[in-house]
């Protein structure tokens, strides 16, 4: 007796149609992970996935200038306005919150380096959490080792530095977490970290003061306990005015 053989039928992708963003947020959620505009959030995308994430982000982009009144299929200097926007958010500014954190050699301190060394100013971008507006300035950093701390390059202060700023972020909670991660990777016997920047969410909106600044610090350690070295590595920032 012959079977008659049945055609294949494609199993359904229950997934299918679900936005990216919702799938790795449920991954989170999952995981009972925060996602909070300044987390890091790359442990939880899958590869290929931001190149999508990055289309749906142009795609709600398109409706938000649309929603502005906005006509970019005749506007010759808006009509890929949104992709751009797009590829501004997840490839650059908020790029810290997308890829893993930089690749950092460390090296034992072999001459048991004792000494206080600043490294800075290193200019660190980033923008404000509140309005997405620029945040541009500086950072100072000063480590105190001992025996026992690993050193890094100094290149890599300022790709860790990158890497934090690179998120929606409010000053004083980017400084600490700059100040962990280094804590973290070093394990110095201090660490200071001094940040000034110009907010443009005070500047270029609200009371349009373009002139004000916001300096803020993080003291670890030692330079908690000894007032003498506190003084010295602030003396030592060449900041102006």
Same mark, same amino acid.
């Given at each position: 007796?012959?079977?008659?053989?049945?055609?294949?039928?494609?199993?359904?992708?229950?997934?299918?149609?679900?936005?990216?963003?919702?799938?790795?947020?449920?991954?989170?959620?999952?995981?009972?992970?925060?996602?909070?505009?300044?987390?890091?959030?790359?442990?939880?995308?899958?590869?290929?996935?931001?190149?999508?994430?990055?289309?749906?982000?142009?795609?709600?982009?398109?409706?938000?200038?649309?929603?502005?009144?906005?006509?970019?299929?005749?506007?010759?200097?808006?009509?890929?306005?949104?992709?751009?926007?797009?590829?501004?958010?997840?490839?650059?500014?908020?790029?810290?919150?997308?890829?893993?954190?930089?690749?950092?050699?460390?090296?034992?301190?072999?001459?048991?380096?004792?000494?206080?060394?600043?490294?800075?100013?290193?200019?660190?971008?980033?923008?404000?959490?509140?309005?997405?507006?620029?945040?541009?300035?500086?950072?100072?950093?000063?480590?105190?080792?001992?025996?026992?701390?690993?050193?890094?390059?100094?290149?890599?202060?300022?790709?860790?530095?990158?890497?934090?700023?690179?998120?929606?972020?409010?000053?004083?909670?980017?400084?600490?977490?700059?100040?962990?991660?280094?804590?973290?990777?070093?394990?110095?016997?201090? +660490?200071?970290?001094?940040?000034?920047?110009?907010?443009?969410?005070?500047?270029?909106?609200?009371?349009?003061?373009?002139?004000?600044?916001?300096?803020?610090?993080?003291?670890?350690?030692?330079? +908690?306990?000894?007032?003498? +070295?506190?003084?010295?590595?602030?003396?030592?920032?060449?900041?102006?005015?």
């Amino acid at each position: 007796m012959l079977m008659k053989t049945l055609p294949t039928v494609k199993a359904f992708d229950s997934d299918e149609g679900t936005p990216i963003s919702v799938k790795i947020r449920e991954r989170l959620t999952a995981a009972r992970k925060r996602f909070n505009a300044n987390d890091n959030i790359s442990e939880f995308i899958e590869p290929g996935e931001l190149e999508r994430l990055l289309d749906e982000v142009e795609e709600k982009m398109r409706g938000v200038l649309s929603s502005l009144v906005i006509d970019t299929e005749h506007d010759h200097n808006t009509d890929n306005t949104a992709r751009r926007v797009a590829k501004m958010y997840v490839n650059e500014v908020f790029r810290g919150r997308y890829v893993h954190a930089p690749t950092i050699t460390e090296f034992p301190n072999a001459e048991h380096l004792n000494e206080l060394m600043i490294v800075g100013p290193i200019t660190v971008r980033s923008a404000c959490s509140h309005h997405f507006c620029p945040v541009i300035g500086k950072i100072w950093i000063g480590v105190l080792p001992n025996e026992h701390t690993n050193v890094i390059g100094l290149s890599k202060y300022a790709r860790l530095a990158e890497w934090v700023m690179g998120r929606p972020q409010i000053q004083e909670e980017a400084v600490v977490q700059l100040a962990d991660l280094i804590q973290e990777k070093t394990q110095p016997d201090g +660490l200071a970290i001094v940040m000034e920047a110009s907010h443009y969410c005070m500047a270029w909106r609200g009371v349009k003061d373009m002139d004000s600044k916001m300096i803020n610090s993080v003291m670890r350690g030692v330079f +908690l306990k000894d007032s003498n +070295l506190r003084r010295e590595f602030l003396s030592l920032i060449p900041r102006k005015g």
